[in-house]
């Protein structure tokens, strides 16, 4: 390709020399702009072009080093936490006690309970459990055991507080004593925590009745971390961050 000198063509045309079109002219400047401005549009193209890969760049950076924290944090996690969530734990609440099985027991509960026991005789005269009804389901249940010679009939008095007592009908008997199964939801297990004193009340085979008032101290901070617990067996992310 060479210039031409001629007349007007030496500024806004080249000749063309080609092996197969032979001699022609073609625009120096395709676009009609001045050689100054072009080379500027160039540049703002190019230096635009800069910008926006930078800021690519930037935002790539931060998003893998906040993924990076996140690995990190969760490894971190799991090697203080995981390794000693895999035992079955017991912890004592004053009068009160949790017991929860490993985390990959996935159909066993943690559990509540606390034994009400005669001072004279030294004998257990009740044993009370909180937990989940079963592995299917999140609702409550406490079961309560007493001794063979209740009136079967008469049923369990539950007095939580100064609220007014509810009666429970007996289940069943076995030979460590007779069981009811008292359904317990989100406002009673809240009463729980709260109350003051709760008492149970039997009624002997021969028409006697006895209040057993039940240890409430621990329970508050029990039922806490017994919510927590069971939380996090059943969230892996509960269990990776907690």
């Not at 969760?74 to 912890?91: E, F, L, T, Y």
């Not at 939580?160 to 460590?176: E, F, L, R, V």
Request: proline fraction near 5%; charged fraction near 15%; include cysteine.
């Amino acid at each position: 390709m060479r210039r031409t000198n001629r007349g007007n063509l030496s500024a806004n045309y080249f000749i063309v020399f080609g092996p197969k079109s032979g001699i022609g002219v073609a625009p120096a400047n395709p676009c009609g702009l001045a050689l100054p401005a072009l080379a500027g549009l160039l540049a703002e193209i190019t230096k635009r072009s800069i910008s926006m890969t930078d800021q690519t760049r930037t935002w790539l950076m931060r998003g893998v080093a906040a993924l990076a924290l996140l690995v990190v944090g969760g490894v971190a996690g799991w090697m203080m936490h995981g390794p000693g969530d895999d035992v079955a734990k017991i912890s004592f609440y004053k009068d009160w006690r949790l017991a929860c099985p490993a985390n990959t027991d996935q159909k066993g509960a943690c559990e509540l309970a606390t034994d009400v026991v005669d001072q004279k005789s030294n004998q257990r005269i009740a044993q009370i459990t909180v937990s989940r009804e079963s592995d299917k389901s999140d609702a409550k249940v406490m079961v309560v055991s007493v001794p063979l010679t209740v009136f079967i009939p008469a049923g369990l008095g539950v007095q939580i507080g100064k609220a007014a007592a509810q009666t429970y009908q007996y289940s069943t008997c076995i030979p460590s004593g007779c069981i009811v199964m008292v359904p317990v939801d989100d406002k009673m297990f809240a009463a729980l925590s709260g109350a003051p004193s709760v008492t149970f009340s039997v009624q002997t085979d021969r028409g006697t009745t006895i209040n057993i008032p039940v240890q409430m101290g621990g329970y508050d901070i029990a039922s806490k971390r017994y919510t927590q617990n069971e939380a996090k067996r059943h969230s892996w992310w509960q269990r990776l961050w907690s």
